[in-house]
């Protein structure tokens, strides 16, 4: 089992910036690839960005590449998620999420690929 609690959401201006954050807690932190999604009002959940268990690899959806950037800190339990040129359509519950990868050192894309999930925190874009 493992708890993952996400912060840093709130309320911004278009062009400004946010960092969400997510703790994990409950089993060793570095076996698990983490991701992020995201999901609007009315819409269906989708992918945002994934880092592998060493941080060597990630992935972007091609709406945030070259905005957002993941990364992770094995010994404190973090995956971050570094947030720029904010725009309105990034307005959502952002979630973070874990997938047990004990043997491979990949990033998933898929929401069903992951196997625990936090309760979110809101991002709101707007002047």
């Known amino acids: 089992q493992v708890q993952l609690v996400e912060s840093g959401g709130g309320l911004v201006q278009p062009g400004g910036s946010l960092r969400l954050s997510c703790v994990a807690s409950g089993r060793t932190f570095s076996i698990y690839a983490m991701g992020w999604f995201r999901q609007a009002p009315g819409k269906e959940r989708e992918f945002v960005a994934a880092i592998s268990r060493s941080g060597g690899s990630t992935h972007y959806a091609d709406s945030v590449k070259g905005r957002f950037t993941v990364s992770r800190d094995n010994a404190k339990n973090t995956v971050s998620l570094q947030m720029n040129s904010l725009k309105p359509e990034d307005t959502a519950v952002y979630y973070c999420?874990?997938?047990?990868?004990?043997?491979?050192?990949?990033?998933?894309?898929?929401?069903?690929?992951?196997?625990?999930w936090g309760q979110g925190t809101q991002v709101t874009v707007s002047s």
């Open positions: 999420t874990v997938h047990y990868s004990r043997y491979s050192d990949s990033y998933y894309l898929l929401e069903s690929d992951y196997d625990y």
